[in-house]
C-alpha cells in the first residue's frame, strides 16, 4: 500500500522477481538479458485455451514478473508509459546494438539499415491490418496521431459550424 506525508508520495519499498515455475505444461521459457540481472520469462501457447487477453499476455512483459508488498505487480499508467514485451524489449536491443542511427537521414550503412528496418516493420504492420505501406503513418503517441488527422484532413474538409461527434 502506498502512502503519502504532505502531498508527496511514498513508493513501496519490497520489490522482488517472480521466477515462473518451468514445470508448468504449455510453456515456453526463455531468459531475458538485462543490465542487472537475467529474468526467466514465460511465453503464453496457444494451446491453452481460453483466459483473458492479459491473463495469455502478462507472461510476455519482464517487468510484470515482480512482486510489490507481497502482491503480483499491475501497471495501469498506460497513458504515460506503456510496458514492452519481451519481443519488443530483444528488438530494441538489436536496434541498439546492430543499427543505431537516424531513419531517413543518412547515406551512410547504419542509417540505409536503421531506414530499411523501419520500412520493413512499416510493410509488415501494412500486410497485418490489409493496407498499403503507403498508408501507414508511424506517430509519437495517440495525441499526436489525433493531431496530424485533425490538421491533415481536418483543415481540408471542415469548415466553421461543421460537428464531428465524438
Known amino acids: ?5 504532505e502531498g ?9 522477481i517472480i521466477k515462473p515455475n518451468p514445470k508448468r505444461a504449455n510453456r515456453a521459457f526463455c ?3 538485462s543490465a542487472s540481472a537475467s529474468v526467466t520469462v514465460a511465453s503464453p501457447n496457444p494451446i491453452l485455451g481460453p ?3 492479459g491473463h495469455l499476455t502478462r507472461p510476455d512483459f519482464p517487468i510484470l514478473h515482480q512482486e510489490v508488498n507481497g502482491k503480483k505487480l499491475v501497471y495501469l499508467d498506460n497513458a504515460a508509459t506503456s510496458q514492452k ?3 519488443v524489449l530483444l528488438a530494441l536491443q538489436k536496434y541498439y546494438e546492430a543499427w543505431n542511427s537516424n ?7 547504419l542509417s540505409a539499415k536503421a531506414t530499411d528496418e523501419y520500412e520493413l516493420a512499416r510493410h509488415k504492420v501494412a500486410n497485418f491490418i490489409n493496407a498499403s505501406s503507403g498508408e501507414i503513418v508511424f506517430t509519437r503517441n495517440a495525441t499526436e496521431a489525433i ?5 491533415s484532413w481536418g483543415l481540408s474538409n471542415l469548415k466553421a459550424g461543421d460537428e464531428v461527434p465524438s
Open 1 to 5: 500500500m502506498m502512502n503519502t506525508m
Open 8 to 16: 508527496v508520495l511514498k513508493l513501496p519499498y519490497s520489490f522482488r
Open 31 to 33: 531468459t531475458v538479458p
Open 51 to 53: 483466459g483473458s487477453l
Open 85 to 87: 514485451p519481451t519481443a
Open 103 to 109: 531513419v531517413h537521414r543518412g547515406i551512410h550503412y
Open 147 to 151: 493531431n496530424l488527422v485533425a490538421y
